[in-house]
């Protein structure tokens, strides 16, 4: 039997680039940047779809800056939650499935050991919000759609924390970051690869792709410095001065403290354990910095 073919939104963003580059290995794909479908646009959605070739549409798209949200209530709610929904819609049409990635920003951030996919939600932010409210209506709308959330997204397509902690590191050894808020950082080359598994062996209804393991973004950015250090990069630091997220005056959206999630459902999927996030960021730096 062929592969199944792709159609993959956002195809210019951190995880779509990672998608297109994994998955055209095996996959015929259409690579579709906002130029090509914009989910604000939710009135052509049906008819561009309508006129592609696909059998599982990907869509890592959206408005994805939680501060950009709340300053772009209504861009937030037709790209996180109409877009999605009119993808959706077409997806069941035609009998295509569909993949929709989405967030840990749906939970609270209360203190709670791990977010399980059965967990109630209750998003502090618009970008949250509009990203349930878009899980939501992708789940009514198509009976084979998947919702996959992510947290902390790394990667090569986009510079991210450790990317940027380590750059600073080079300029200078006056660091901070927070030490009070959870997640768990996530490779995207690691969320590649369960994609390509979930493509072969059809899930439904909400997973969430994350690697093992917590941090905050202090313990996240002294772990890039030690891995950068240990390469041989000319960092002025490994110590990074923890802060409390309150500090942060300049942020505008709400930040959910902890969202660590659980990926148990994941591994019973794949079969075997998932790499700790540590493990999966060293590869990560080490392919980056590797002399050519
Ligand atoms: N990065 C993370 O740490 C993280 C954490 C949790 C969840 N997630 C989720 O994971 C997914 C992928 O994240 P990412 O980091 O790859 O995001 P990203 O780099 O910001 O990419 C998002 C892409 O969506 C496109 N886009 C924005 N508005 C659009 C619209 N109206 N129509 C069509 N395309 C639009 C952007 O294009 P333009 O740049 O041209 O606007 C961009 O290429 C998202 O669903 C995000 O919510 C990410």
Not at 30 to 46: F, K, M, N, P, V
Not at 85 to 97: K, N, P, Y
Not at 235 to 261: D, G, H
Request: hydrophobic letters at 40%; glycine letters at 6%.
């Amino acid at each position: 039997m062929p592969a199944p073919r792709l159609l993959i939104l956002g195809s210019n963003g951190g995880l779509g680039r990672a998608l297109v580059r994994k998955l055209s290995t095996v996959h015929e794909i259409t690579a579709w940047t906002r130029a090509e479908l914009d989910l604000e646009q939710s009135e052509t959605i049906a008819a561009k779809l309508a006129r592609c070739d696909f059998d599982v549409l990907l869509n890592p798209a959206g408005l994805t800056s939680p501060d950009a949200c709340e300053t772009q209530p209504e861009n937030a709610r037709l790209a996180n939650t109409a877009g999605p929904q009119a993808l959706a819609e077409a997806c069941q049409t035609r009998g295509a499935r569909m993949i929709h990635f989405s967030t840990d920003h749906v939970f609270s951030g209360e203190p709670h050991d791990l977010w399980h996919e059965h967990d109630a939600t209750r998003p502090v932010n618009l970008y949250g919000r509009t990203k349930r409210e878009g899980e939501k209506a992708v789940l009514k709308a198509c009976a084979d759609a998947l919702v996959a959330r992510v947290s902390w997204l790394f990667g090569p397509d986009k510079p991210s924390h450790p990317d940027q902690m380590i750059e600073r590191a080079l300029q200078t050894d006056d660091l901070s970051a927070v030490s009070d808020k959870a997640s768990v950082p996530t490779s995207t080359a690691d969320v590649c690869e369960w994609t390509a598994h979930l493509i072969a062996n059809p899930a439904s209804g909400i997973l969430h792709l994350c690697n093992s393991g917590s941090a905050s973004w202090h313990s996240w950015a002294e772990a890039a410095l030690a891995i950068a250090s240990w390469l041989g990069l000319p960092v002025k630091t490994t110590l990074v001065r923890p802060i409390l997220l309150a500090e942060l005056t300049q942020l505008r959206a709400a930040r959910p403290l902890r969202t660590v999630m659980s990926n148990e459902k994941l591994q019973t999927l794949l079969g075997g354990e998932i790499r700790d996030w540590s493990t999966a960021l060293e590869d990560y730096l080490t392919e980056k910095h590797r002399p050519r």
